[in-house]
């Protein structure tokens, strides 16, 4: 097949580890026959510096024509006034409501070389194999701000067809996973929370083979350091997700580790690994690419429908997490280049024996 991608390198390791993807997926392409082409396009502080736009003209337009988007990361501290007019996360959002992309999946499965650097005991993560559809584009995030000198105002807003298209996209899934969805919600307080909860109810009804389950934030936030393993498909408004996902992403013992993809709407899947920028270790071959490889498989799965080419990256990413040297951040001493040479062997090696 023919696929146009747009790759969003971003800033601080965002250009190495968005490398490190683009590589795997050429590697795919020649393997399997496929033509990618890809296009390097700015966000985030990088777009600020050279266009004073964290999304300017140029990558939206890409952007709206291209079949997926694989990005690095965005932000550091030398755009973190909070007081400034225009910040690198800016783009992120404004790229999210272009596209329309609604879904945010976030799958979390602990491989058991990494299992021990997690931060809680082995019998709390043994069997830790879930995923967070965390809804994108409404919510506090998106809603109506006021500031003056004396107050401010953050509107949280959410329509029936904004959670009810989110929710079953989440009971979809687990229809192929453990079928069961678990609902986050704030419920004994916020009216948004109320509107979530009796939408999700309704649309269980639809799904009679999938349990769902309800819990409140707080108390999600303390079950998922206690036992996480009880979870298949958790879906969850946007706020709550983006403080959840990064809660449940330590469960992996890395940061670096764990992939995401921004799906649903009508424009292109956005693919990125749920780290931040690491300005502090910009350039110097020491970030984790695992997370942007696993990403690239994602795209793969659901943007190209290639998911026998999805599963070999995959595979070889098990395979390197299992034998490999791996980046400081999982113990090893291995560089980001030296972790992405292992996968594409790997890749190789799977691929022949597929």
Not at 192 to 216: C, I, K, M
Not at 239 to 267: H, K, N, Q, R, Y
Not at 302 to 321: F, K, Q, T
Not at 333 to 351: E, F, Y
């Amino acid at each position: 097949m023919r696929a146009s991608i747009v790759v969003l390198p971003g800033d601080g390791i965002g250009p190495e580890v968005a490398s490190a993807g683009v590589a795997v997926l050429r590697q795919v392409a020649e393997r399997f026959g496929h033509e990618f082409t890809f296009a390097e396009h700015a966000i985030g502080g990088d777009a600020i510096d050279r266009f004073g736009d964290p999304l300017p003209v140029q990558t939206r337009e890409a952007l709206l024509a291209a079949d997926a988007i694989l990005l690095g990361a965005v932000g550091g501290p030398k755009w973190s006034d909070p007081n400034a007019t225009v910040r690198p996360e800016q783009g992120l959002l404004a790229m999210r409501k272009l596209l329309g992309v609604f879904a945010n999946v976030r799958p979390l499965k602990l491989h058991p070389r990494t299992a021990a650097l997690s931060p809680l005991k082995p019998e709390r993560t043994k069997g830790v194999d879930l995923v967070f559809i965390r809804e994108l584009t409404g919510g506090i995030y998106f809603g109506a701000k006021t500031r003056s000198e004396t107050d401010a105002t953050d509107e949280c807003r959410y329509t029936v067809e904004e959670i009810e298209r989110v929710v079953r996209h989440a009971f979809e899934l687990a229809r192929t996973r453990k079928k069961k969805v678990t609902s986050v919600d704030k419920a004994n307080v916020l009216e948004t929370s109320r509107l979530w909860r009796s939408v999700a109810t309704r649309v269980a009804a639809d799904y009679p083979d999938v349990e769902l389950e309800h819990q409140l934030v707080d108390s999600m936030a303390m079950h998922l350091l206690t036992r996480p393993a009880d979870y298949d498909v958790i879906v969850t408004e946007n706020m709550f997700g983006d403080i959840l996902t990064d809660e449940a992403s330590v469960l992996a013992g890395s940061l670096g580790l764990s992939p995401s993809a921004s799906i649903g709407g009508p424009g292109a899947g956005v693919y990125e690994p749920i780290h931040g920028s690491a300005p502090d270790i910009a350039g110097q071959s020491l970030a984790n690419p695992l997370g942007t490889i696993l990403s690239a498989a994602m795209l793969l799965r659901h943007s190209l429908g290639l998911p026998d080419e999805a599963a070999v990256v995959e595979a070889a990413v098990d395979h390197v997490l299992e034998h490999g040297n791996l980046t400081r951040d999982l113990g090893g001493n291995a560089t980001t280049h030296a972790v992405t040479r292992a996968v594409l062997d790997a890749c190789n090696a799977k691929a022949e024996a597929a």
